[in-house]
């Protein structure tokens, strides 16, 4: 389990939705610009499009488009024309970069925070728009739901999902009046392509077995196949749901929350030792040399660190899974850090599968 404080939280959903589905976020994106647009416009006019009003002083009059070039492609930007005078998003089109970055760390934000009118109006006020009117702001916080909703639930129908990863975030959030704490669970994998997906997001009251098993339900249920091997923390019941709902797929034990549950083992004069001993495992070239200074490592401790070593022996089969595949990706298995890790390229994962 990891602290919400560990995490850049909305720098890992923007980095997720740009490298996982070009697709995806080209639609978020695009459908995100017109909204604005389309807001931005009827606040020109005094009143909403297609709407009869004494405060009206002017009219939409068709589109023009420009082209948008983003880091997932270029987007087809269809700009509002007025009947009288003209709009133009300078906020958009004239400093491309920077505005593209801002959009996208919006769209981030939206999937992780929710998307209520209070949150939408302080989000879209870091791209320099003002202009906007609460009711306005509000259907765009609608629209953006309904492509979250969308998004959360969509069929997962790109697999096989050769590789996952899930953990659960801690975060704190404000329910009648109150400060609690909630479980996100996260579920990330690696598609027939060779793209990470967010495959699913959950929020629970505590991270328990129950919620875990109907995570991974949910997850089979709309589509999730083809995996070969999970990785994840130790927790007894995201393990448990794991060999539950996924037969045949092998279970890695996060490298990074194992070094942390050994060491609450292992008298702190003595860390520093094993944990480059623990270190000198993933530095091999190959599974057997792998194996190989795993016993080594074994043989060191048995006499000076009896339970340290005894730990490593029953971890063995759990820690080491990795090395049951090709040695090119095990940076990318080994951990379910996402901060720490490439995904896997899509001729690897050829190879893997």
């Not at 009869?52 to 488009?65: F, I, L, M, P, T």
Request: net charge neutral; proline share 4%.
């Amino acid at each position: 389990m990891t602290n919400a404080h560990d995490i850049d939280l909305r720098r890992l959903v923007e980095d997720r939705l740009t490298g996982a589905s070009p697709d995806l976020l080209r639609e978020l994106l695009t459908m995100f610009i017109h909204a604005l647009m389309g807001a931005e416009a009827d606040a020109l006019c005094g009143a909403d499009y297609g709407q009869r009003s004494d405060e009206r002083v002017n009219v939409r009059n068709g589109y023009r488009h420009r082209d948008f070039d983003t880091r997932v492609g270029t987007l087809d930007v269809a700009i509002p024309k007025l009947r009288q005078g003209s709009y133009f998003p300078d906020w958009l089109l004239q400093r491309r970069k920077r505005a593209e970055r801002a959009l996208t760390s919006v769209v981030a934000t939206c999937y992780l925070l929710g998307v209520s009118t209070r949150r939408m109006e302080k989000l879209v006020d870091t791209l320099g728009i003002t202009s906007l009117s609460k009711s306005q702001v509000s259907v765009m916080a609608k629209d953006l739901d309904t492509q979250v909703e969308a998004f959360r639930n969509r069929p997962l129908d790109a697999g096989p999902y050769t590789f996952v990863a899930a953990d659960a975030l801690v975060l704190k959030v404000r329910e009648n009046g109150r400060v609690v704490n909630v479980h996100a669970l996260v579920a990330v994998g690696v598609n027939a392509d060779g793209y990470r997906e967010i495959l699913g997001l959950d929020v629970t009251s505590a991270e328990d077995g129950a919620g875990w098993l109907s995570f991974f339900r949910g997850l089979v249920a709309r589509g999730l196949t083809g995996v070969k091997l999970v990785t994840s923390d130790a927790h007894a019941g995201l393990v448990a749901a794991i060999g539950a709902t996924l037969p045949g797929a092998s279970w890695q034990r996060c490298r990074t929350h194992y070094s942390t549950n050994l060491m609450a083992v292992t008298p702190k004069s003595s860390w520093p030792w094993v944990k480059t001993l623990l270190h000198s495992v993933y530095d091999q070239p190959d599974a057997d040399s792998v194996h190989a200074q795993y016993d080594r490592i074994i043989d060191a401790l048995t006499e000076k660190l009896p339970k340290v070593a005894d730990h490593l022996d029953a971890a063995r089969s759990d820690l080491l899974a990795f090395t049951a595949f090709p040695k090119q990706i095990w940076k990318q298995i080994w951990s379910n850090n996402p901060l720490s890790v490439n995904r896997p390229s899509h001729n690897t994962i050829m190879v893997a599968a």
